[in-house]
């Protein structure tokens, strides 16, 4: 009976987090409100925007600009690309601090220091360089120390095995501190060549590490199989889809919805973290851990409580160089639902997929896999 009765206690919890959630009454962040957090200008940010943004442009498509700026404004949708993100700091005359809270709400990481290109950008943010001048700078130097492109794959050569165990994105970042002119820019880019890379290289540890305990559970330290292609497949539609809709197109969602979906894994984006053809992102890391309960290494207690979850996740990204978990943005707000209670005949992967199928009621048409390709 007590069984019976904490599981309908669940239900209505589960249900009120979600009703909370679409009809406001969670207090959620918005990009608009972050905008004008940021800002210390005395100019409408609006107007600063849209003149900045068409400067850049080369003052083409002006009106094209102050549309796309009032859909910013009216939180209609995001900037489409990490690119577009640096642009609005370097409109907004944002330092490196500001410009990490504006990327992480919208690329789901911050400043990624070991890609000199970012990097690049960060020191021109700091230094209060336009954005017209840090690219023209990004291109040179970047032209000039790595000829032939920026590594997206794990550091190999004699240096390997010493930066095996290294978070280098803190270390490169540490040292990046100290560097207070355009030379000194130069000769670190020149003495750390070796360390930089497109992708981050702790996430893609920790991303492997956990998709292998759902691949195959019985050795999580194999490696994937032969069959990679179809493992991932069936672990991303049994673990991590959760009755997201794979249709790509947005319109038609409400805010929270577009929120949820945006990034959200499929079997084609595994495989390419994979193989390293794109980079692992926040949500894929917290999906895997939701769905491996935190992986296995402390499961040791029988429940570990909300808090315990929210410290582990927390650390797993602050390792990674990503946004700490924050209970004002809709998908984190589920996270931090899935993990809260104590229920140990409950898996939070399940309570979590639960409050998703909730959300998207009514869509049921689009959850087809055959859409994905």
Excluded at 52 to 65: N, P, S
Excluded at 147 to 158: A, H, K, M, T
Excluded at 322 to 332: E, G, I, Q, S, W
């Amino acid at each position: 009976m007590k069984k019976k009765q904490r599981k309908e206690q669940k239900k209505r919890q589960e249900t009120a987090a979600v009703e909370d959630l679409l009809t406001g009454k969670a207090l959620l962040a918005s990009f608009s409100c972050l905008l004008r957090e940021v800002w210390q200008g005395e100019e409408p940010l609006a107007a600063r925007l849209t003149e900045r943004l068409t400067e850049y442009e080369g003052g083409k498509d002006r009106e094209k600009t102050a549309r796309k700026v009032r859909n910013w404004m009216h939180d209609r949708n995001l900037p489409k690309n990490r690119e577009e993100v640096f642009r609005i700091c370097f409109a907004l005359e944002l330092d490196e601090e500001r410009a990490e809270q504006v990327l992480g709400m919208t690329e789901e990481s911050g400043i990624h220091y070991r890609d000199p290109g970012e990097l690049i950008y960060a020191f021109c943010l700091r230094k209060r360089v336009g954005y017209v001048q840090a690219v023209r700078m990004k291109e040179q130097l970047c032209g000039e120390i790595f000829p032939g492109g920026i590594p997206c794959e794990e550091i190999s050569g004699p240096d390997a095995r010493s930066f095996q165990f290294l978070n280098l994105t803190g270390y490169v970042r540490q040292r990046f501190q100290r560097v207070t002119t355009e030379e000194e820019l130069r000769r670190f880019l020149e003495s750390s060549r070796e360390r930089f890379g497109r992708y981050h290289n702790t996430a893609y540890r920790k991303f492997r590490r956990m998709l292998d305990c759902l691949i195959r559970p019985e050795s999580s330290e194999g490696g994937l199989p032969e069959d990679q292609s179809y493992s991932i497949r069936k672990a991303v539609e049994e673990y991590l889809r959760m009755g997201i809709p794979y249709e790509r197109r947005l319109g038609g969602y409400t805010r929270v919805q577009r929120e949820i979906k945006q990034h959200w894994p499929s079997a084609k984006s595994i495989y390419e973290m994979c193989a390293r053809k794109t980079d692992v992102d926040r949500k894929t890391l917290l999906l895997l851990y939701l769905a491996t309960e935190g992986e296995n290494e402390l499961q040791t207690e029988e429940t570990r409580p909300v808090e315990e979850h929210h410290r582990r996740m927390d650390m797993m990204l602050s390792e990674c160089g990503m946004p700490l978990l924050n209970a004002h943005c809709p998908f984190d707000y589920l996270v931090l639902q899935a993990v809260s209670g104590e229920d140990e005949d409950d898996f939070i992967g399940l309570k979590m997929e639960r409050m998703i199928r909730k959300i998207f009621a009514g869509r049921e048409a689009e959850i087809c896999p055959a859409t994905e390709e």
